[in-house]
């Protein structure tokens, strides 16, 4: 024999059940959802220096696209000694929404130490 008669606690154990699976819904990432620029970022350095076995050093341009993410990042090429004669290149990273890598490829290669002749960029 069951009990079927609705109590006051058998409502709050239903109400409890009910926002313990929708906080859980409320913060399970959904493919839509876009990542945040910081996420981004990291992940595309990491993917890039995976990818190429090179340290990405920095990301000098980072920019939303409709199709995901554009961004530049300086990579050190060629260590030497010293350190301004290294070979720096710069790479074109694109990411899709969701932050996975989808192509790169190298625009310049400079010297450290060396500044940029073509004017700001």
Request: charged share 30%.
């Amino acid at each position: 024999m069951t009990n079927t008669k609705k109590t006051p606690e058998s409502h709050d154990a239903q109400r409890d059940s009910r926002e313990a699976q929708g906080s859980h819904e409320s913060h399970t990432p959904h493919k839509s959802q876009r990542p945040k620029p910081m996420e981004v970022l990291r992940e595309a350095r990491a993917q890039l220096a995976e990818l190429t076995g090179m340290t990405a050093e920095s990301v000098s341009s980072f920019e939303q696209t409709g199709e995901g993410w554009a961004l530049e990042v300086e990579v050190l090429e060629l260590e030497r000694v010293p350190d301004t004669m290294s070979l720096m290149a710069s790479y074109q990273v694109e990411l899709d929404a969701e932050g996975q890598l989808t192509g790169y490829r190298r625009v310049r290669r400079y010297e450290r130490g060396r500044a940029d002749s073509r004017g700001g960029r």
